[in-house]
């Protein structure tokens, strides 16, 4: 596959329909050129055959599994978060993580979303910061309007029906009211930037 080509993703996409997880109730997610291997906890002992079977799969396809790219994270229970143990890893080889980012979302072991929220909250800030440099030299209206649609919206907007509903602190909620209250007045035409 040619790496950072258009053909990449697609050439993956038909290349990847033969890789299926070893073991019944796993399961292998892909998109574009990311695989993500699930497996619930009653199949931990299928972790190093998995692994193993993808490894050998990308040999099969000429490809190669990047172990230095590649992370476990292990989904705790709210009952064991309490205690603080921090699980051990159940592949070698690959780093045990707290929190990785697929498909542009930060996951967290904890299940919560903080992490990536402030992420966005601060690209956001210093998109804001561009538009103001934007309107200070001179951007019309109109197009600081389109810009902020394009970046900032965008990103705000960007897989929130999977991470909306954790708004857990007094932060995050104070930035789902600036979003809702800016995306209102980007809808009827009001929007001011600063």
Not at 57 to 76: C, R
Not at 90 to 110: D, F, P
Not at 128 to 139: C, I, K, S, V
């Amino acid at each position: 596959m040619i790496q950072g080509s258009a053909l990449g993703p697609a050439t993956f996409v038909i290349n990847g329909g033969d890789l299926h997880p070893v073991a019944e109730g796993n399961d292998l997610l892909k998109y574009a050129d990311d695989t993500y291997l699930i497996v619930p906890v009653e199949n931990s002992p299928s972790c190093e055959d998995e692994l193993h079977h993808i490894k050998q799969w990308a040999t099969a396809n000429n490809l190669h599994l990047i172990q230095s790219k590649s992370a476990e994270i292990i989904f705790l229970p709210r009952v064991t978060r309490s205690t603080h143990v921090k699980p051990p890893s159940l592949l070698t080889g690959i780093k045990l993580v707290n929190s990785i980012k697929a498909l542009g979302v930060t996951l967290s072991s904890e299940l919560s979303m903080s992490a990536h929220i402030c992420s966005i909250l601060e690209s956001c800030s210093r998109a804001m910061y561009g538009l103001r440099t934007l309107r200070a030299h001179g951007m019309q209206k109109e197009c600081l309007h389109e810009v902020f649609r394009s970046t900032i919206l965008a990103r705000l907007t960007y897989a929130s029906p999977a991470w909306s509903g954790f708004y857990s602190c007094r932060r995050h909620q104070e930035a789902r009211q600036l979003y809702q209250q800016k995306q209102s007045e980007v809808s009827s035409g009001q929007a001011t930037v600063y």
